[in-house]
């Protein structure tokens, strides 16, 4: 019912800044839970956000207070921003939206970031 388009990586300095954009197409966005992962090369998928419809966020371990999960139901979209950006960070940044836990996830493509020395 949803479809996903992640925008906003690149390269950036560390300790650098990106806002992640997801903008989701189709019907009832608001009553979805959102979420951001990544996956390094050689290394599993992981939590970086999550975001319920009421607002209410989570974090994974590695965001260390460094990362802020946010949507805009009226523009059906989720952002992740990005502060204090570290090499480790450099992974294939995906969005992901469930009606519920229970629920089949849905999977943008994925967009870059890439932290560079």
């Known amino acids: 019912q949803v479809q996903l388009v992640e925008s906003g990586g690149g390269l950036v300095q560390p300790g650098g800044s990106l806002r992640l954009s997801c903008a989701a197409s189709?019907?009832?966005?608001?009553?979805?839970?959102m979420g951001w992962y990544r996956q390094a090369p050689g290394k599993q998928r992981e939590l970086v956000a999550g975001?319920?419809?009421?607002?209410?966020?989570h974090y994974g371990d590695s965001v260390n207070g460094r990362f802020t999960i946010s949507r805009d139901n009226a523009k059906n979209t989720v952002y992740l921003q990005m502060i204090s950006l570290r090499p480790e960070d450099t992974a294939v940044y995906y969005c992901?939206?469930?009606?519920?836990?229970?629920?089949?996830?849905?999977w943008g493509q994925g967009t870059q970031v890439t932290v560079s020395s």
């Open positions: 975001i319920t419809s009421g607002g209410s966020a």
């Open positions: 189709g019907s009832f966005f608001s009553a979805y839970v």
């Open positions: 992901n939206a469930r009606r519920s836990i229970a629920a089949n996830s849905i």
